[in-house]
């Protein structure tokens, strides 16, 4: 079954940086990366909720830029750098999105809060201090169907204030 | 996490033969005994209607508790630890809770009803304080005082004045001693409550944050292959033939057919998906009704099953009480078939070792689900245990246990572990929906206000809510079940959803009638002081007198009570210049008793009211032909954030009441306070849920009064 044989690396294989870790994804560039993550690296925390791109749960980094793992296909990541849920925390240091979600308990099941913490963190890097319209329009791709949106929207804020206080910590 | 498995379930295994200790190690045990086979009958000590728990405090340290209910995101995992951990007298990181495990966990009916806390909160205070009061004869031995004078701290028992201390560990060190809960009066009232009813960080949060919370579809065990089920891609199809053979010679995929049931199981689910298109189909259909003819389908065709969801309720004259009214009005509401949309769908995951199956189930009803994959497979339940991961939400859409016996079958067939997960599209077309109802309704006042006669007859849609909160005295209140040609079942407050919409439509209708406010009305003709209490709050809070009537704009209110919580909801509506409404605020009061987790409490109402926004202006299920026509995200709406209004609520807090269940009632008064405020912006009545068919609000009624 073994495509290339031996210790050779299949010629349809596709590298890229997973979480900071190069990975080599083979015979598989049709799949999503969405069925690549969860299939092939056992990363389980990107969700499937709707595999058209219409949910969220399944966001993910891309060059530092959120995006819909099932929308986007194994050989279109060939060279690029992707984090997932799992990259986002520093060891034992949640990043500011995770932080302010846990502090403020902004879930109810919970399933879909990976894809919102990670678009939370890419909305935070290009605007630091985001309005509330900016946070609706941010995360307007993201459905949650228990916690009723209202403490994502605070989260954010908080998120927002976390990562400020860091940085004038380390300043 | 998962502890091994006892030889056999310990439901149904008499609690003498249970040999808790050989699972959970050296400790004391305090369980309370539902009434059920095993005890015939209570079992010694208190016995609760349902349901039953046990707590285990081992001298590892480790504080187990375990209750049948599942964790399918309504917030329980942390509200039961809390109780736990209040009676035991330690911070609720320390409370390891074991929920929906059928081979471990006590008998349950399913978590639905808004039954987890009603059911579950006293069993498990009973078993915990029970263990409490054992820990304590055990530490006034070692401390030489009475148990009566044992204080208990952070997991530690102190003599009187503090100067001795022993970990509750060292305490039953050695022993394996199992205690019955006497009675509930040994529990802490909720006054006296110092971790339970205060704010709780839940604390699996990070798992949640950082994605290794496992729910039944991340669940990934060695050799697991996936497989899919052949579905028939209509309601009311039958298998007429079936050709499997451009499957032969194929080695890595496992074919298994039976009868009607055809599915296959391979080593991707690509790869499986690939298999079952080869498989050539032909089905057999008889036609099904579709949008148009469907109400006059559904009152013609009553059903038979399902007695248990009819309410049938007559007092005095209500045909001779209408004719004598001052006002009445007549009226027929409609809401449409709508679908849960969890954000997970279905899944489960097989493993067999030797004759016994574990599976891995998001379920609202593991016992259900075990009992059914038993009977499928023609096995003993004793051989079938499934385990309820933590569940992507269910909202009354997870009681099926199908996908769990075809992962059972294809893992049997397969010789390996299989998991078989639904697509979205599957979840739509092959889950079952919330029931279309329909609801006629007269009713009558005079004209001081006073309700004298009503009259309301709910076809399809359920019992639920059929009884009001109103003091009538000519009344007849019922309902009718159809046979629904799309597959229909529970749904978050099930009919309370239609009935109170058409219920307080029509309360407004009447106080507009004659003259008075809609919260004066209701307030002179609730019979319940609870609910009165709540609908006072919401028009204080709601700034209700102070409102002024502007053009384009409307404030409307609604209250119920169902599941044993109170709610009133107050909406403010703005009209825009295309008609089209936005729903500027909605303000939610809830009452169910003392409150254990307030800030999960809050989480709860606020998304049991933005999801109820869902279905009252837009969630709409579409069909033609046995087929669900929306049957993707892309088609089928639910609420996002720009749907999203301020949402407030205020959360009244009874001590002296047992703590009820919140995951419905918060939904019921949505819609009807929504109608109301958008009549009063528009000046029309709707009376269809969804409230919008295209976004915007008809300039004449759509359906007038009858």
């Known amino acids: ?171 | 996490m998962t502890l091994e498995r006892p030889s056999r379930p310990w439901d149904r295994t008499p609690p003498k033969e249970r040999g808790y200790f050989e699972v959970l190690g050296d400790g004391i045990l305090c369980h309370v005994l539902p009434r059920d086979r095993t005890t015939g009958g209570g079992g010694g000590g208190w016995s609760p209607p349902s349901g039953g728990a046990w707590v285990h405090v081992g001298a590892d340290g480790r504080i187990r508790a375990f209750t049948g209910k599942a964790e399918v995101g309504q917030g329980t995992h942390t509200a039961l630890s809390l109780v736990v951990a209040e009676e035991l007298r330690v911070p609720v990181a320390r409370v390891e809770l074991t929920m929906a495990d059928t081979d471990l966990s006590p008998w349950d009916m399913g978590t639905f009803g808004s039954r987890s806390m009603p059911d579950a909160v006293p069993p498990l205070q009973a078993a915990a304080a029970g263990a409490r009061e054992e820990l304590a004869s055990l530490a006034a031995a070692r401390l030489l005082v009475s148990a009566g004078q044992v204080r208990f701290e952070d997991g530690v028992a102190l003599s009187p004045e503090g100067g001795h201390r022993v970990t509750y560990g060292e305490l039953v060190r050695g022993l394996r001693k199992t205690v019955v809960a006497s009675t509930p009066g040994r529990t802490t009232p909720a006054a006296d409550w110092k971790t339970a009813g205060q704010p709780a960080v839940d604390p699996a949060a990070a798992d949640v944050v950082t994605g290794r919370r496992v729910y039944a579809s991340d669940v990934r065990r060695p050799g697991m292959w996936y497989g899919v089920v052949l579905l028939p891609p209509n309601h009311g199809a039958e298998l007429a033939s079936v050709d499997t053979s451009a499957l032969e010679g194929e080695e890595e995929v496992r074919l298994l057919h039976d009868g009607p049931f055809v599915a296959v199981a391979a080593p991707t689910p690509w790869d499986a998906r690939r298999a079952l298109r080869k498989v050539r189909a032909t089905w057999r259909s008889t036609p099904q009704p579709g949008e148009p003819e469907i109400e006059a389908y559904l009152r013609a065709h009553p059903s038979h099953g399902d007695h248990w969801d009819v309410e049938k309720l007559a007092e005095g004259d209500p045909a001779r009480a209408l004719a004598e009214a001052a006002v009445s009005v007549r009226a027929t509401y409609r809401t449409a078939y709508i679908a849960h949309t969890p954000l997970e769908p279905r899944a489960a995951v097989a493993e067999w070792e030797g004759d016994r199956v574990t599976i891995w189930l998001g379920s609202q009803t593991p016992f259900r689900g075990r009992d059914h994959v038993a009977g499928g497979l023609g096995i003993p339940p004793e051989r079938v245990r499934v385990i309820v991961p933590f569940t992507g939400a269910g909202f009354g859409g997870k009681h099926g246990g199908d996908v769990a016996l075809a992962a059972a079958r294809l893992s049997k067939a397969a010789g390996r572990p299989v998991r078989v997960a639904f697509t979205r599209e599957e979840e739509f077309q092959h889950g079952y929906l919330r029931p279309m109802s329909i609801v006629d309704v007269a009713a009558g006042a005079t004209k001081d206000g006073l309700l004298t006669a009503w009259t309301f007859h709910n076809v399809n849609g359920g019992a639920a809510g059929i009884r009001s909160p109103y003091s009538i005295p000519n009344l007849q209140a019922d309902n009718e079940l159809s046979d629904s040609p799309l597959p229909q079942g529970p749904y978050r407050a099930l009919a309370a959803n239609a009935n109170n919409f058409a219920r307080e439509s029509t309360v407004d209708e009447l106080a507009s009638l004659v003259g008075q406010d809609p919260v004066a009305f209701r307030e002179k003709n609730l019979a319940d002081e609870r609910l009165r209490t709540v609908l006072r709050t919401a028009a204080e809070r709601g700034n209700w007198t102070s409102w002024r009537p502007s053009p384009g704009r409307g404030h409307g209110i609604a209250v119920g009570f169902e599941k044993g919580g109170r709610v009133a909801t107050v909406a403010e509506v703005t009209l825009g210049p295309d008609r089209r409404p936005h729903v500027d605020r909605l303000l939610t009061v809830f009452e169910a008793g003392a409150i254990v987790h307030p800030d999960n409490l809050q989480s709860q109402v606020e998304g049991a009211t933005v999801m109820a926004l869902g279905g009252a202006l837009f969630e709409e299920i579409h069909f033609d032909g046995g087929v669900i026509t929306n049957r993707r995200l892309s088609e089928y709406r639910v609420p996002r954030f720009s749907d999203l209004p301020r949402v407030e609520v205020v959360l009244l807090d009874r001590k002296d009441l047992p703590p009820g269940g919140a995951g419905e009632t918060p939904m019921i008064a949505v819609a009807p306070a929504v109608a109301s405020a958008i009549h009063e912006a528009s000046g029309v009545r709707l009376r269809s849920l969804p409230l919008l068919r295209d976004g915007k609000v008809p300039a004449a009624p759509r359906s007038p009064a009858t």
């Open chain 1, 1 to 171: 079954m073994n495509g290339a044989g031996g210790a050779a690396v299949a010629t349809d294989a596709v590298r890229v940086v997973v979480n900071g870790r190069p990975r080599t994804l083979e015979r598989m560039p049709e799949r999503s990366l969405l069925q690549a993550l969860r299939t092939e690296l056992d990363l389980m925390g990107t969700k499937y909720g709707c595999g058209e791109g219409q949910c969220g749960a399944c966001t993910v980094l891309m060059d530092g830029k959120a995006v819909h793992a099932c929308q986007v296909s194994v050989k279109e990541v060939g060279g690029h750098d992707i984090v997932t849920v799992e990259g986002l925390a520093r060891g034992d240091e949640l990043n500011p999105a995770q932080q302010a979600f846990a502090e403020l308990g902004a879930f109810q099941c919970g399933f879909c809060t990976p894809g919102m913490v990670v678009g939370t963190t890419a909305l935070l890097q290009r605007t630091p201090s985001p309005s509330e319209a900016e946070v609706r329009e941010a995360l307007e791709g993201h459905l949650c169907r228990c916690c009723g949106y209202t403490k994502v929207l605070r989260a954010v804020q908080r998120a927002s204030e976390i990562s400020r206080e860091r940085a004038r910590r380390s300043a």
